[in-house]
C-alpha cells in the first residue's frame, strides 16, 4: 500500500491546509521550497553529512536481551535516545533548519511540550546560526525546567505561554500567531508529523531516517523484517518515522501507543485516535479531543511530550484503513515500565517512550517466542528524572 | 443577493462607507450581547459580525482570545449563539454575520449547521481557518441556504489568488490590513491600500478592510479606497473596561457613533470607482 497524501495534503478525509489566509502564500512557498530543495544532491548530502557526524547516525539497532527473556519474544530498542539531544527530534530539527537556511530565513520559531523539539531547534538553530524562538506552556516549563534552562543555554529565547491549558495545544496556537505575524522573515519548525500541509509529509520524510536505518539494521542482524513495530504517539513523529519505511511490508504489524493518562473513561488523556472525534486544529483535519459544541479540551499526560490532544493526520488515517493498530498505556503503566527498562536493561527512557515499553510488557507476552519486534525508544529519561523521583516518592508515602 | 450584498451595495451608491463592529457572543454574557447588538446598529452600524467563541483561536490576539475566553466560562455555544441570532432578527434589519473557527461548525455537522443558521436568520459566515480549498462542500452548504460565505483575503495573498478569492467570495471580501493576528494597533499599516487596488483591478465586490483598525481617522482612511471597516478588539476593549454591562453598551454604542460619523462624509469606495 501507498500511504500518500494528495496534492493538497490530505491523507484520507484527514490532513490538508486549515489556516489563515495569511499563512496560505507561505505554506505554497515551503512546499515548492521543500519539493525543489530538499531532494537535491547539495541538500541531501550536507544533511546526511550532518545526521552522521553532528546528530550521531546511525543509531544502535540493540537486541535487548533482558527484555527478551522477560517477555518470551526477541525485542530490539530503536536507540533514538542516543542521537545528539537525546531524542529523535533532532532529525526533523536539522532538516528543517537547513531548508530554512536554503530559504533564506534568519529567524525559527518553533513549539514544544516536552522540550525535546525546542531542545533539538534550538541546538540547531546554534549549529546554523539562525535565530531562535521556542514557545513553550508554563506548566511545561515548571515539569520540564532542565530542558528550558538548555534551550536558554544553546541562544534560544523561550516564551512561557500562560493561555489555555498551559500545555503543548497553547503553546503551538501562540507559534502560529507568531508565525502569521512574522511569516516574511520566519520560518515555523513544526515538531511533529502535524499541522497544515506540507508539514506532516515534510516531519514524515526527515523522521524516515529511523525506519530505513531499522530495516538495513535488521536484516543485517537477523536477516529478516520484523514482525512488530511499537512507538509511542503523541503527535506521532517517531512512530511514523519507524512505520512509513514498513507500510508496504504486509506481514509487519505496527502499534502505536498513545497516552491514556488517567484512564480513557476519565477524560483526562491524550488518546485521540483511541477516544477522539473528526475535527480541525492547529492547521489539520485529524482526530482530536473535542465536545459535541466544537471546543477542544484539555488533554492530560504524565508525559508533556503525549500532552496533545490530536494527532497527526496521517495517524488517524492509518488508523482509519486499519494499517496501523493504536492503544494506550496509563500515566501509571508508564512510570512502572520508566522504572523497569531503567533495571532491566541500564536505559532509562523518556516517559514518552516509556509508554510504548508499558505496552510492550503487556503485548508481547502473547506473540510467539520466535517474533521479532522493534520498539522505538525515542528518548532519553534525564528531563524527567525530577518528576519521576516525586513521582515514585509520593507513591511510597501512599503505600506507609 | 442575499441582505450584506444588498446593503453594501445601497452604501455604495450613497457614497458611505460600511462600518461593521466585531463583538465576541456571550461576553461576558449572551444578555448583554442582545443588549449590545441593536445599541450598535441605533448608533449606526452597517452590519454587525458575530464572534463564535473557540477555544484555541489561533488567528486571534490577546483581546479576543480572553473575549472568547470570558464567553466560553458564561456557557456561550454555537447553539446559543444560535439562538441569539434568531431572537435579535425580529430587532436588527442589519445583516448578522458569525465568525469563527472551523471547528465549532463542523462538528455541528455542515448542512446542520446551514440549516440551523438560516432558521435563525444569519446573513453570512467568516471562518477563519478555512480557506477556499478547504471549505467548498460547508461553504456550497451554506450558499444552498442563502447565507454568504466571507472570504478572507491578506497582505500576503497573490495577485492571482486575490481574483480567485474576490470571485468566489459572497457578500464582500475581507481584507486583512495587516500581517498578523488580530488586535488594536495605534496605526494603520497603509500597505493595505495596495491590497485592496489590487482586489478592485479584477473585480467588482465590495472591499470592507480590518484587523488592528483602532480609530475614527483609521475608519475614516479606509473609507478612502474601500467599501467598509471592521472594528473589533478596540471595541471589545472599551466593552470589557466598561464598570458595568450597562455602562459596556453606553460605551460601545457611543465608540461606534464616532467610527461612523466620518463614513457619512466619506464619498465611500464610490468615490474611487
Request: proline content about 5%.
Amino acid at each position: 500500500m501507498k500511504s500518500e497524501a494528495d496534492s493538497r495534503g490530505h491523507f484520507g478525509e484527514y490532513g490538508g491546509r486549515f489556516v489563515p489566509e495569511t499563512l496560505t502564500t507561505a505554506l505554497d512557498q515551503l512546499e515548492e521550497a521543500y519539493a525543489r530543495i530538499a531532494f537535491s544532491d547539495e541538500f541531501r548530502s550536507e544533511l546526511d553529512g550532518l545526521l552522521h557526524s553532528y546528530a550521531g547516525r546511525p543509531t544502535p539497532l540493540y537486541c535487548a536481551r533482558s527484555l527478551s527473556s522477560d517477555l518470551g519474544a526477541t525485542v530490539y530498542l530503536k536507540r533514538e535516545d542516543l542521537a545528539h539531544t537525546g531524542a529523535h527530534k533532532i532529525n526533523n530539527v536539522l532538516g528543517q533548519c537547513l531548508l530554512a537556511r536554503y530559504m533564506g530565513k534568519t529567524r525559527v520559531i518553533a513549539e514544544t511540550g516536552a522540550g525535546q523539539h525546542g531542545v533539538a531547534t534550538a541546538t540547531s538553530c546554534a549549529l546554523m546560526g539562525l535565530q531562535c524562538e521556542v514557545y513553550m506552556g508554563e506548566h511545561d516549563t515548571q515539569r520540564q525546567a532542565l530542558n528550558l534552562f538548555r534551550m536558554e543555554l544553546l541562544g534560544a529565547r523561550v516564551h512561557t505561554v500562560s493561555s489555555g491549558s498551559r500545555t503543548l495545544k497553547d503553546a503551538t496556537n501562540e507559534a502560529m500567531r507568531d508565525w502569521v505575524t512574522n511569516v516574511r522573515t520566519t520560518y515555523y519548525c513544526i515538531g511533529s508529523v502535524m499541522g497544515p500541509h506540507p508539514y506532516p509529509t515534510l516531519v514524515r520524510d526527515f523522521q524516515r531516517v529511523i525506519g530505513l536505518e531499522t530495516r538495513r539494521q535488521i536484516l543485517d542482524l537477523e536477516g529478516r523484517i520484523p514482525d512488530v513495530l511499537m512507538a509511542c504517539v503523541g503527535g506521532g513523529s517517531n512512530a511514523m518515522g519507524l512505520f512509513h519505511p514498513f507500510l508496504d511490508d504486509d506481514g509487519v504489524r505496527m502499534i502505536g501507543v498513545e497516552a491514556a493518562g488517567e484512564g480513557l473513561d476519565s477524560g483526562r488523556h491524550g488518546a485521540a485516535i483511541g477516544a477522539g472525534v473528526p475535527g480541525v486544529l492547529h492547521g489539520m483535519r485529524s482526530l482530536l479531543l473535542s465536545d459535541d459544541d466544537g471546543q477542544i479540551f484539555p488533554a492530560h499526560s504524565i508525559s508533556a511530550g503525549l500532552d496533545y490532544p490530536s494527532v497527526g493526520p496521517e495517524h488517524a488515517y492509518l488508523a482509519g484503513i486499519g494499517r496501523a493498530e493504536y492503544v494506550s498505556a496509563t500515566d501509571e503503566e508508564a512510570l512502572d515500565a520508566f522504572v523497569y527498562l531503567s533495571r532491566a536493561e541500564g536505559i532509562i527512557p523518556a516517559l514518552e517512550s516509556a509508554h510504548a515499553i508499558a505496552h510492550a510488557r503487556k503485548f508481547v507476552p502473547s506473540l510467539p517466542k520466535d517474533a521479532l519486534v522493534v520498539i522505538n525508544l525515542s528518548g532519553r529519561g534525564d528531563k524527567d528524572a525530577p518528576l519521576v523521583r516525586e513521582l515514585l516518592a509520593a507513591r511510597r508515602s501512599e503505600k506507609h | 443577493m442575499g441582505r450584506l450584498g444588498e446593503r453594501l451595495a445601497a452604501l455604495r451608491e450613497r457614497g458611505e462607507g460600511a462600518l461593521i463592529p466585531f463583538v465576541t457572543a456571550g461576553d461576558p454574557d449572551l444578555e448583554t450581547t442582545e443588549a449590545l447588538i441593536p445599541a450598535l446598529v441605533d448608533a449606526g452600524a452597517d452590519a454587525v459580525e458575530i464572534g463564535v467563541p473557540f477555544s484555541d483561536p489561533l488567528g486571534d490576539g490577546p483581546t479576543i482570545q480572553r473575549a472568547s475566553e470570558r464567553a466560553l466560562r458564561s456557557g456561550t455555544s454555537l447553539r446559543r449563539v444560535l439562538e441569539l441570532v434568531k431572537n435579535l432578527r425580529p430587532r436588527v434589519d442589519v445583516p448578522l454575520v458569525l465568525m469563527g473557527y472551523a471547528n465549532c461548525l463542523y462538528t455541528m455537522g455542515e448542512e446542520n449547521f446551514a440549516i440551523a443558521a438560516q432558521s435563525a436568520g444569519v446573513d453570512g459566515i467568516i471562518v477563519v481557518d478555512l480557506p477556499p480549498e478547504e471549505g467548498e462542500s460547508l461553504f456550497a452548504a451554506v450558499r444552498g441556504r442563502d447565507i454568504d460565505p466571507v472570504l478572507l483575503a491578506a497582505p500576503t495573498t497573490t495577485s492571482e489568488r486575490l481574483a480567485r478569492l474576490a470571485r468566489e467570495t459572497r457578500g464582500f471580501l475581507y481584507c486583512v490590513a495587516l500581517t498578523g493576528v488580530t488586535g488594536a494597533r495605534g496605526t494603520l499599516d497603509l500597505g493595505i491600500e495596495e491590497t485592496v487596488k489590487r482586489v478592485r483591478a479584477s473585480s467588482d465586490v465590495p472591499v470592507c478592510v480590518g484587523f488592528g483598525v483602532s480609530k475614527p481617522e483609521h475608519a475614516a482612511r479606509i473609507a478612502e479606497f474601500a467599501d467598509g471597516v471592521v472594528v473589533g478588539s478596540a471595541l471589545i476593549d472599551r466593552i470589557a473596561a466598561a464598570p458595568s454591562p450597562t455602562a459596556a453598551v453606553d460605551a460601545a454604542a457611543e465608540f461606534v457613533a464616532s467610527l461612523k460619523a466620518p463614513l457619512r462624509a466619506s464619498g465611500g469606495a464610490a468615490a474611487i470607482r
